[in-house]
């Protein structure tokens, strides 16, 4: 007779006591928050287009030309000048800086002479898309001496902040207030759990790439249910999504849900952009107060962003509870978090481009769950043309999935075998 053997969850340790936070919002004044608080994200320009992304809406744009030499001016009042600018098609260069306390300026330089010839905002008021085209040297001239062109969010997002921001009015560190998402899989308890987590959505896009416009949050939502497929293939893992929707979720919220529901592993799925047109394929992130490079630590600082709406942090964990979280962190979890990366890293070589050094380490909060193993896996640059595309196709998609569900194969079976 052939025994059948089942990958089992392994017995919880620690943590019988549970860490209490204060709720945040039970007294929040909402009414008083500022009309106008937005970092810029990103500015990216590329041939026919220049997209600058907020995290939160502004008051409005003022573009304008300038000469000796040739640039193109943003004024962006009610906005914070941010890092992450991508140049791109007659754009040579991207600049920011802060005009004033109430005004960041964004600096083309231009290569060739260009134009603006239009502008507007998105539904959201958190996305403003200029059309640029190259022009002639006495076209641009005449730019010149037209003044400046002023472009406004949509009224309504000048007017009052849209009520999907007071959304979240419940104390957030106590647990997911709308419940847990669905587990898919074997209706058996004993099967190892993996949740998998799409970065970004709802009012948050992401990354938004210069090539086409893919959204971070629709990529990394179609590469979670792709995941998903891939692993119910076998039949030896459950699998739930922190979000199979386009809905925005709360860092802390992402990996509560993986706590709630005991999962074996969580992993955080994102698609970024860089500076470097040129910089292509995926790295696996682990956990580290210390960041194992500038690189790292500013996307960290970027991605935790994420929880900044309308000036007031939703995640509220000041550096003293970040503390906390760490000291309480298992060491063994955090050793099974960087074997499974460097797991994943093997089967994805086959599959999908990887980044020299694309085992790294930085402080994001989704990564913070002290009792269960966890990475970031940013598959790609959507800023990358070839990224973009592999990225964005099924065919890719697929071949994603496919790096992932081996490792977590390979992962739990080792689990096992070590038991």
């Known amino acids: 007779m052939v025994q059948r053997k089942f990958w089992t969850r392994r017995?919880?340790?620690?943590?019988?006591?549970?860490?209490?936070?204060?709720?945040?919002?039970?007294?929040?004044?909402?009414?008083?928050?500022?009309?106008?608080?937005?970092t810029i994200r990103q500015v990216a320009a590329s041939d026919g287009a220049v997209v600058i992304q907020f995290d939160d809406v502004v008051s409005k744009a003022t573009v304008f030309a300038?000469?000796?030499?040739?640039?193109?001016?943003?004024?962006?009042?009610?906005?914070?000048?941010?890092?992450?600018?991508?140049?791109?098609g007659p754009v040579s260069n991207v600049r920011q800086g802060q005009l004033d306390s109430n005004t960041a300026r964004i600096v083309l330089d231009l290569a060739q002479p260009a134009v603006v010839t239009g502008g507007t905002f998105s539904e959201d008021g958190k996305i403003l898309r200029l059309s640029v085209r190259s022009a002639g040297a006495s076209e641009f001239s005449g730019t010149l001496g037209r003044g400046k062109t002023e472009i406004a969010p949509p009224l309504a997002f000048r007017a009052e902040p849209p009520k999907r921001r007071y959304e979240v009015s419940a104390p957030i560190r106590t647990g997911v207030a709308k419940g847990l998402p669905t587990v898919s899989g074997p209706a058996d308890s004993k099967l190892p759990l993996v949740v998998i987590d799409a970065g970004h959505g709802g009012h948050d896009p992401g990354a938004i790439s210069p090539h086409g416009g893919k959204r971070e949050k629709d990529v990394t939502l179609a590469i979670a249910k792709a995941v998903r497929s891939e692993m119910l293939k076998t039949g030896r893992v459950r699998v739930a999504l922190t979000r199979d929707t386009d809905k925005f979720l709360v860092l802390e919220d992402r990996f509560e849900i993986a706590r709630k529901m005991k999962a074996d592993l969580f992993i955080s799925i994102h698609a970024d952009s860089a500076e470097n047109p040129e910089a292509n394929g995926g790295t696996v992130y682990t956990l580290s107060e210390v960041a194992s490079d500038r690189q790292a630590q500013r996307l960290a600082a970027?991605?935790?962003?994420?929880?900044?709406?309308?000036?007031?942090?939703?995640?509220?964990?000041?550096?003293?509870?970040?503390?906390?979280?760490?000291?309480?962190?298992?060491?063994?979890?955090?050793?099974?978090s960087a074997d499974f990366a460097k797991l994943l890293l093997r089967e994805a070589k086959p599959n999908m481009?990887?980044?020299?050094?694309?085992?790294?380490?930085?402080?994001?909060?989704?990564?913070?769950?002290?009792d269960t193993p966890s990475i970031l896996f940013e598959t790609g640059y959507l800023s990358n043309a070839d990224d973009v595309d592999f990225l964005a196709s099924v065919e890719g998609q697929q071949k994603v999935a496919r790096s992932v569900a081996n490792a977590i194969q390979v992962h739990f079976a080792r689990r096992l075998a070590s038991r």
Do not use: C, Y
């Open 11 to 38: 017995p919880t340790k620690m943590h019988n006591k549970t860490m209490l936070f204060a709720a945040l919002f039970s007294a929040l004044p909402f009414t008083m928050l500022p009309a106008f608080a937005g």
């Open 66 to 88: 300038l000469a000796r030499p040739d640039r193109i001016a943003i004024d962006v009042s009610g906005a914070t000048a941010g890092l992450n600018s991508l140049a791109g």
């Open 302 to 336: 970027r991605e935790n962003k994420a929880n900044i709406i309308n000036g007031v942090n939703l995640g509220g964990a000041d550096a003293n509870v970040s503390s906390i979280l760490i000291d309480l962190t298992q060491r063994e979890t955090m050793n099974v």
């Open 353 to 370: 481009r990887i980044r020299t050094n694309s085992h790294r380490f930085a402080s994001f909060i989704v990564l913070k769950a002290p």
